[in-house]
């Protein structure tokens, strides 16, 4: 009687093709997690906007960070490395009163890179998606969280106040 099974050829023709399928899925899944973490920082910008705009509304300024940039992660703009929460925090007090605790880029802090960067003299602010953005699209000109005044390209976004647009960068 003769039993029925598979060749080695037949298997090792099978593992190539489900290797091939992975690689290939891996591939574009690259790309979308790209995407995932544009959207978050894009949701963090909203984020800290709606936090400062209650911070203002209940104390009538803006967290202040005496006109220096702060960031959670220590690089060009800031050599100190900065909390996420209260008076230590990249922007002071803000959480957890405001918000739970102050946002970090998705990606943490890239060598060379700040991530988040908040700047503010208490009378105007600017928080900054600092160089980040992986698809480009995100903050490209005219679009929500553009920053005109940067001159850095569409990998930077920006909440600011009216007065901080050329002031602050």
């Known amino acids: 009687m003769r039993r029925k099974a598979f060749t080695l050829i037949e298997l090792l023709v099978v593992i190539a093709i489900i290797g091939l399928l992975s690689s290939i899925v891996l591939v574009s899944m690259s790309g979308v997690r790209g995407k995932a973490r544009d959207a978050q920082r894009y949701?963090?910008?909203?984020?800290?906007?709606?936090?400062?705009?209650?911070?203002?509304?209940?104390?009538?300024?803006?967290?202040?960070?005496?006109?220096?940039w702060?960031?959670?992660?220590?690089?060009?703009?800031?050599?100190?490395?900065?909390?996420?929460?209260g008076a230590t925090g990249y922007i002071p007090n803000l959480a957890p009163t405001y918000v739970g605790q102050l946002p970090v880029?998705?990606?943490?802090?890239?060598?060379?890179?700040?991530?988040?960067?908040?700047?503010?003299?208490?009378?105007?602010?600017?928080?900054?998606?600092?160089?980040?953005?992986?698809e480009g699209k995100l903050c490209a000109t005219g679009q929500k969280y553009d920053d005109p005044v940067t001159g850095r390209g569409q990998t930077y976004c920006a909440i600011y106040t009216s007065g901080t647009g050329v002031n602050l960068w």
């Open 43 to 68: 949701s963090d910008l909203a984020t800290v906007q709606l936090a400062l705009e209650m911070y203002y509304d209940t104390n009538g300024n803006y967290p202040s960070t005496s006109g220096t």
């Open 105 to 134: 880029d998705p990606s943490g802090c890239p060598t060379g890179v700040n991530g988040y960067a908040y700047r503010s003299t208490g009378t105007d602010y600017k928080f900054v998606v600092y160089g980040t953005a992986e």
């Open 70 to 85: 702060r960031t959670v992660c220590n690089g060009a703009l800031d050599t100190t490395t900065r909390g996420t929460t």
